[in-house]
DNA sequence: TCAAAAGTGTTTTGTCTACACCCATGC
DNA sequence: GCATGGGTGTAGACAAAACACTTTTGA
């Protein structure tokens, strides 16, 4: 059982070094419900799909989405979107905001929860699964064409990034474990779309003692390698309690 | 026709001068079931309404919530409630969190979209209608018995609240029209739950340039009376356009 | 004239900004 | 030895924090 009018759409952000990126799908229309019509309530939900874009355009990219099961908590089930889309588990996400206007699915009434997701693809598993067509990353500021208002709930799941990024220390999801100091800028300079100062950068991120030095460079680099840092759960969970002063702008 | 697995609750939040307040209300059983009874899909709902804590228990107390007609968008609704709960349009509302735990109500599944609304309650205009048996501003740290996950919810909002009111020139909606720069700073000394400087508050709010000087004075206080000033609306998008950096902490 | 709250300035401390050169490494 | 990015310090401007007394008003 689903719930008919209730969906969660997980907006998946990764950063390669040099631009934010947000992973979308193609669905298997045939898969999809062939996968569907196993569910014995499968003659309630099928008009959920009849319509929908991704069935009709083959154009079409989507978020990943699904309508929620009635035993599933809400939160548990944005995490097995997440792991149906990326293989992963222990991924950062954040629930971001409900998108409920009556037009934004047309001939249904489906509100969908939207979640943000950060990974760094690097540790990404591509597990492109029978029900998807492709599944591919693309760059904000060019994205394909898209289902519904998917393209208001990436707009929209950005700003809340934008915005949660500089008062939490939640970039570290989006590195590898261990990365540089000018990764860490760069990936900063490109969320909130500006150029910071490298010194001045250094010195707040120092002050705040929130990084530990590996005692490792970088390899094979053709130019005087960086040290790597880490992000350290345990140094955050200590600092929060202590009044964490996170800032970054 | 209304949304069975969604809906909405909004978390009224009041300031008196002294303390920070929310809104609760007792419903009448009776008269909810029979203005529901008028509903052609009266025989799908009222299962939702059989182990409702506050038609079971009359000493439990509501956020004010219902469930999501089918054909009004999410914020047209959670207006629409506010307006039946105080009478009030124009009112700061912002949606914040959706709850949807499984268990959060029993024997239903039934997901609830939080929003909270800031207003004076000197504008408050008392509407308590046949479905109410009470209604009435509790203080945040002696609340009642509430329904379901009710608390947790006002919880929620209270900290989001808290952020919110840190980043943005939200405070105003809970003070009169015109306020003395005392009554503001007692807002955000109870909504931070922090003590401030007066002079240098004044400081801080001086070099913002939001609010305008009313011309007027307190009156029939018994110590030197205040001055009044307003905020306004327009300063306010002028200075955002700028880039307003308005920060309370 | 007293009580009660309004209103105001200065100093110190810390943080933010702007800015330019040398260092290490691989090719 | 050169190209490439890594890494560092200082001075000036600005903002935040600490701190105490005078003013106005009504009773």
């Known amino acids: 059982m689903i719930l008919k009018s209730v969906s969660i759409d997980c907006v998946i952000f990764g ?11 193609k669905q298997n229309p045939e898969a999809v419900l062939k996968q569907l019509s196993e569910q014995e309530d499968f003659n309630d939900i099928k008009e959920l799909y009849d319509d929908h874009p991704s069935f009709v355009d083959p154009k079409v990219w989507n978020v990943f989405g699904a309508h929620i099961p009635a035993d599933k908590d809400l939160d548990e089930f944005a995490r097995d979107l997440l792991y149906m889309a990326t293989g992963m588990n222990d991924v950062f996400l954040k629930q971001f905001h409900c998108f409920g206007n009556v037009d934004r699915v047309p001939n249904n009434r489906v509100l969908t929860i939207g979640y943000y997701a950060l990974i760094n693809p690097s540790h990404y598993i591509i597990r492109k699964s029978i ?14 064409k898209l ?26 999801h989006l590195l590898p474990d261990k990365f540089t100091l000018t990764e860490f800028q760069t990936l900063y300079e490109v969320i909130l779309d500006k150029k910071m100062d490298t010194r001045n950068f250094r010195k707040k991120i120092a002050k705040m003692e929130l990084l530990i030095d590996s005692n490792q460079k970088q390899q094979n680099v053709s130019h005087r390698a960086a040290k790597l840092y880490q992000f350290d759960e345990h140094i955050y969970h200590r600092l929060k309690e202590e009044g964490l002063k996170f800032r970054i702008e």
Chains 1, 2 share one sequence.
């Open 131 to 144: 029900e998807l067509n492709d599944l591919k990353w693309f760059n904000l500021n060019s994205l394909p």
């Open 147 to 172: 289902s519904f208002d998917h393209g208001q709930i990436i707009k929209k799941a950005l700003e809340h990034l934008r915005h949660e990024v500089r008062y939490q220390p939640i970039g570290f």
């Open 15 to 25: 950063f390669d070094g040099n631009s934010l990126k947000v992973l979308l799908s």
